[in-house]
């Protein structure tokens, strides 16, 4: 099973300022990543797809990057709808595995 | 527009079973592989199970194997997790995909005595 570690755990940030999340994997899963927002109470909503292709109707201010073992999601100017839990995901070996969450929260 | 609406969450003792449901709908369900997801309360995601456009190809967690099947009928454009021998740790929000893009709301399953 592909373990997949995100870092930081919380990241404090003020409205405005850059977001930078990272998401390490055991071993290689290639492309085949995926990162996910969650609100409370809400079912994880879609936000890249292939490390970086932005999914259907997501802002342009969140990109994705990486391969092989370490991705980058990077928020650029955070706004106040953004503050939430960021989950990666590899789908690139079964069990398709996730990360244990990254929670951006208000500084 | 892509819908998804899980049912058949609830309470149930150890050691019992419950079948959910997943009507799909605004896709062609037949032409995609669909998937089972859970989450504990106040915790992270788990991947329970998946299976092809036909039904012919069944994965799921190992934590899972034996206990739960995954089915779907294409004809009611409906997707089932049947989940056996449920245990406490089995309790969380369980929701249906469409692979990564697209997740219902959720239905919770509680095992609790």
């Known amino acids: 099973e592909i373990g997949m570690t995100q870092s930081p755990a919380t990241l404090s940030v003020s409205p405005g300022e850059r977001a930078t999340l990272s998401c390490r994997a055991s071993q290689s899963v290639s492309s085949s990543l995926v990162w996910y927002q969650q609100k409370p109470g809400q079912a994880p909503r879609l936000l890249i797809s292939?490390?970086?292709t932005r999914a259907s109707g997501v802002p342009a201010r969140f990109s994705g990057s990486g391969s092989g073992t370490e991705f980058t999601l990077t928020i650029s100017s955070l706004q106040s709808e953004d503050f939430a839990v960021y989950y990666c995901?590899?789908?690139?070996?079964?069990?398709?595995?996730f990360g244990q969450g990254t929670k951006v929260e208000i500084k | 527009e892509v819908q998804l609406v899980e049912s058949g969450g609830g309470l149930v003792q150890p050691g019992g079973s419950l079948r959910l449901s997943c009507a799909a709908s605004g896709f062609t369900f037949s032409n995609y592989w669909m998937s089972w997801v859970r989450q504990a309360p106040g915790k992270g995601l788990e991947w329970v199970a998946n299976?092809?456009?036909?039904?012919?190809?069944?994965y799921y967690v190992d934590s899972v194997k034996g206990r739960f099947t995954i089915s779907r009928d294409n004809a009611k454009n409906s997707l089932y997790l049947q989940m056996n021998s449920l245990r406490a740790e089995d309790t969380a929000v369980y929701y249906c995909?469409?692979?990564?893009?697209?997740w219902g709301q959720g239905t919770l399953v509680t095992v609790s005595s």
């Open positions: 995909a469409k692979t990564t893009a697209y």
């Open positions: 995901q590899q789908y690139n070996n079964w069990p398709w595995t």
């Open positions: 299976i092809n456009q036909g039904g012919s190809e069944e």
């Open positions: 292939g490390a970086s």
